[in-house]
Structures are given as structure tokens and as C-alpha cells.
């Protein structure tokens, strides 16, 4: 041993690492040995180099990746590495802290065995046709949907996805707030817009979801109950609504990709989606 030096081996025992990982560290870039002996590419370490494997190693044990400590090292940018991976810490406690709470609620919920399952996804954005609906007017979804069906096929735009309803809050200046509803069909390409019906892209969004089956009518509860649910678990909801139809009341009508739903049977499966943040 070279005097005041320490190979591989014993440095690695000295500061309570593997000889592997400082072999992989100097590979890497991230932390060299002090000297290399050029006839037999022997690594040697010294104790002053401690402090710097110690910050390393505290950071890796913090998660950090490898990437940003190779800069940390470099730049010296200790505390904006740290505040940048307390935010992560900080994140993913919030995400640990949702799930049991979603988890406390199952188990509430557990006794009843018809209670559906909440399940949390991450939307992309979709271009969609839309059809506002006067629901006075209009006095059902199914027709609004054989209006845009109709007008998408005659265009060869229909996507092979499930169509659905929007809703949403809408205020007319100072008119009480009103529901805005809107029928949409998702869109394989771009088609021109006409008076009645609009081209738009759904923003991506994040949303708590339930399955309904049974009649449309009691869509309402269970959208309450999805609602009653995210709250609990600590999510801001937001006040618009996603209705996706995915399987119809008839098998005639379930078989045909621009399908519109219509109470004609029991058998129906919708999915509610929510909004949420937080």
C-alpha cells in the first residue's frame, strides 16, 4: 500500500461501501480514486476523498439518480438538488397518503359488495365532434348522438373509440349558472366544423373513475357517490364531467362503432369520469 493510500478493498471497508460500487462509480465518472498505478490500473483512494463518497452516498439513499448527482459533484449544486428531490419526496407522500386513504374507504365500502370499484386514470387529449343538446328541447342524449353519428360517418372520420356526453357548468353573464351538455364521438381526422356541431380536442386531464351499470337515470347517484369518494380521498374535484358509453342497451347496438347509446335494456355499462387535482 502506497503510503497514505488505500486500495479498492480496504477504502471500500473504510467507508462502509463495496469495492463494487467504487469500481462502478469510477466507471461512471461520479467519484475517480485518487490514483491510478499505470502499470497495473490499481485504484487508490485516500481518506481526504470520504466526504465527498459520504455526499454521494447520502444522496443515493435520498433517491437521487445518478444523473444529477454526476452534476451536484461537478457544479456543486447540493441544495438545489436537495430542495429538488424533497419536492419528489414531498409528491410521492401525497400519492402514498391518496392511496390509503382510498384504501380506508374501500375497506369501509367492503361490506357492500355491489359497491363499484374507483379507479384513477390519466386522459390524453382526444379530438372529438360535438353536439350541444337543448335538453328541453332535444328531450334525450340518443338523438343528439344519431345527429353527430350521422354527420361523422357521412365524413369517414369515425374513430373506433367509445362516444360519450360532457358536461360541464356554464354561465350566461349574470344568468344563475346552468348545465352545459354535449354529446361527443371521437374523430379519426379533422372534419369541418358546422352550425350545430363543433370540432374540439379534449385536454388531457387526470380523473377519478367509476363503471355504472343499470339505467342512464341513475348515472346522477353514482356520479355523487364518485364524487363523495374523491373528496374523502383528499382530491379537489372539479365541476365538469366526462360520460363514456361502453356497451349499449342492445346488441345491434353495441356491434356498430358509431353506436349511440339508448335505454333499450338493462344492460348497460357506462364509465364516470371526474376531474381531479390535488
Known amino acids: 500500500m502506497l503510503r497514505g493510500m488505500f486500495t479498492v478493498g480496504a477504502f471500500a471497508r473504510l467507508a462502509g461501501v463495496s469495492a463494487k460500487l467504487l469500481r462502478a462509480y469510477d466507471e461512471l465518472g461520479l467519484f475517480r480514486p485518487a490514483w491510478v498505478d499505470p502499470q497495473t490500473g490499481y485504484r487508490f483512494y485516500t481518506p481526504a476523498q470520504l466526504p465527498e463518497l459520504r455526499r454521494i452516498v447520502a444522496l443515493r439513499d435520498m433517491g437521487t439518480p445518478l444523473a444529477e448527482i454526476v452534476d451536484v459533484v461537478k457544479a456543486d449544486g447540493l441544495r438545489a438538488a436537495l430542495e429538488k428531490r424533497r419536492r419528489e419526496l414531498e409528491k410521492e407522500r401525497k400519492e402514498v397518503d391518496r392511496r390509503l386513504t382510498a384504501q380506508d374507504i374501500r375497506v369501509d365500502m367492503a361490506d357492500n359488495n355491489d359497491s363499484p370499484d374507483v379507479v384513477m386514470r390519466h386522459l390524453k387529449p382526444q379530438a372529438v365532434a360535438t353536439l350541444a343538446l337543448d335538453l328541453v328541447a332535444d328531450r334525450s342524449v340518443a338523438k343528439g348522438f344519431e345527429e353527430l353519428e350521422s354527420l361523422v360517418r357521412e365524413q369517414g372520420a369515425r374513430s373506433a373509440r367509445p362516444p360519450g356526453v360532457l358536461i360541464e357548468p356554464s354561465t350566461d353573464g349574470n344568468a344563475a349558472p346552468t348545465l352545459k351538455v354535449e354529446v361527443f364521438v371521437p374523430l379519426s381526422k379533422a372534419i ?64 356498430t362503432t358509431g353506436a349511440s347509446p339508448r335505454d333499450q335494456s338493462a344492460d348497460r355499462v357506462t364509465e364516470i369520469q371526474l376531474p381531479v387535482s390535488g
Open 192 to 255: 369541418p366544423s358546422t352550425d350545430r356541431v363543433k370540432t374540439r380536442t379534449l385536454p388531457e386531464a387526470r380523473v377519478a373513475t367509476m363503471l355504472h351499470r343499470g339505467s342512464y337515470g341513475a348515472i346522477g347517484g353514482a356520479r355523487r357517490n364518485l364524487d363523495t369518494w374523491a373528496r374523502a380521498a383528499g382530491l379537489r374535484t372539479q365541476p365538469a364531467m366526462r360520460i363514456l358509453y361502453l356497451q349499449f342497451g342492445s346488441q345491434s347496438e353495441a356491434g
